[in-house]
């Protein structure tokens, strides 16, 4: 018979032994940002993931990087969306159709859409920040005894760096009310010119019975999080996607360590309230 201690160790060595995954796809999104369709080398269906968690994605000889998971809970393979950035995901984004790639996961806590039914919820994304919402925004969209409304809060540097043009206007046939805004406009742009923080105010949500998630570069999120009260927001009712650099997504590395909280295994979602002290809100 197997303790429970021994359990447990059994499956840290699990999660931290990368299972190979083959590209199924990839997809440009803007010059410097991809999206990576893979799916299981054996056949077989991905593990099941929960809205918000995020997988370690291991390019052989290369190196790990931790990556949200973007897809569709009922789709048939794992989506992720990423920006070159260092030495793991400018090989990563070389990577074609067929080749291989180590995946562990996934890890982490997840969005709250559990508690959105009857509700409005607002979605505030800042650059790749709608990455790790797209999932949820899929899924609430599906629901029908979901959400009374769902509304998107986009904040972009330039219109170039639009993540998902063509599901944005999907999203939009299928309800979703969008309001996107960019911090310098360029080209054509004839759109809303500021930070996503100027979208809030006027935003259609009603503040006492809204559900907020919230991704993006963390000053962003800070300053989101004071808009939201501001408009009445209760701060139980706010839900931040934290990034930090994660190498064992176990808890035993400590490099994600976040105040007392570990950002792989007790994050990468936590409600407001409970990081306030650790985000350095008040001094703003």
Same mark, same amino acid.
């Given at each position: &018979?197997?303790?429970?201690?021994?359990?447990?160790?059994v499956?840290?060595? $699990?999660? &931290?032994?990368?299972?190979?995954? /083959?590209?199924?796809?990839?997809?440009?999104?803007t010059?410097?940002t991809?999206?990576?369709?893979i799916?299981?080398?054996?056949?077989?269906k991905?593990?099941?993931f929960?809205?918000g968690?995020?997988?370690?994605?291991?390019?052989f !000889? #290369?190196?790990?990087?931790?990556i %949200?998971?973007?897809a569709?809970?009922?789709?048939? %393979?794992?989506?992720?969306?990423?920006?070159v950035?260092g +030495?793991?995901?400018?090989a &990563?984004a070389? /990577?074609?159709r !067929?080749?291989?790639l180590?995946?562990? *996961? =996934?890890?982490?806590?997840s969005?709250?859409?559990?508690?959105v039914?009857?509700?409005?919820?607002?979605?505030?994304? *800042?650059?790749?920040g709608?990455?790790?919402?797209?999932?949820?925004? #899929?899924? @609430?969209?599906?629901?029908r005894?979901?959400?009374?409304?769902?509304v998107l809060?986009?904040?972009v540097?330039?219109?170039?760096?639009?993540?998902?043009?063509?599901e944005?206007?999907?999203?939009? $046939?299928?309800? @979703?009310?969008?309001?996107v805004?960019v911090?310098r406009?360029t080209?054509?742009?004839?759109?809303?010119v *500021?930070v996503? +923080? +100027?979208?809030? =105010?006027?935003?259609?949500?009603? =503040?006492?019975?809204?559900v907020? /998630?919230?991704? !993006?570069?963390?000053?962003?999120?800070?300053?989101?999080? /004071?808009?939201?009260?501001?408009?009445?927001?209760s701060? +139980?009712?706010?839900?931040?996607?934290?990034e930090? $650099?994660m190498?064992?997504?176990?808890?035993?590395?400590?490099?994600c360590?976040? !105040?007392?909280?570990?950002? #792989?295994?007790?994050?990468?979602?936590?409600s407001?309230?409970h990081?306030?002290?650790w985000?350095?809100i008040?001094?703003?």
């Amino acid at each position: &018979m197997v303790s429970r201690v021994e359990e447990h160790e059994v499956a840290d060595v $699990n999660s &931290m032994l990368p299972q190979p995954f /083959l590209v199924r796809r990839m997809r440009r999104e803007t010059p410097d940002t991809f999206t990576i369709e893979i799916e299981p080398a054996t056949g077989d269906k991905p593990s099941r993931f929960a809205l918000g968690q995020f997988n370690m994605l291991y390019v052989f !000889g #290369c190196g790990e990087i931790a990556i %949200s998971i973007c897809a569709d809970p009922r789709g048939k %393979s794992l989506m992720h969306t990423t920006r070159v950035v260092g +030495t793991v995901t400018k090989a &990563m984004a070389k /990577l074609r159709r !067929g080749d291989m790639l180590g995946v562990r *996961g =996934p890890f982490g806590s997840s969005w709250p859409v559990e508690q959105v039914v009857g509700r409005d919820v607002v979605l505030v994304a *800042g650059g790749i920040g709608l990455a790790p919402l797209r999932g949820a925004l #899929c899924q @609430l969209l599906r629901q029908r005894k979901g959400p009374r409304r769902v509304v998107l809060l986009y904040g972009v540097r330039t219109p170039e760096d639009i993540l998902y043009r063509r599901e944005l206007e999907r999203w939009r $046939n299928s309800g @979703l009310q969008i309001y996107v805004t960019v911090d310098r406009a360029t080209g054509s742009w004839l759109g809303h010119v *500021g930070v996503v +923080t +100027t979208l809030i =105010p006027h935003a259609p949500f009603d =503040p006492v019975n809204t559900v907020a /998630l919230v991704c !993006g570069p963390e000053v962003m999120m800070r300053y989101t999080a /004071l808009e939201l009260q501001k408009r009445g927001v209760s701060e +139980t009712s706010i839900f931040l996607s934290m990034e930090r $650099n994660m190498k064992c997504a176990i808890g035993f590395c400590g490099h994600c360590q976040f !105040g007392p909280e570990f950002i #792989c295994k007790d994050g990468p979602v936590f409600s407001y309230d409970h990081i306030k002290k650790w985000l350095g809100i008040w001094e703003l």
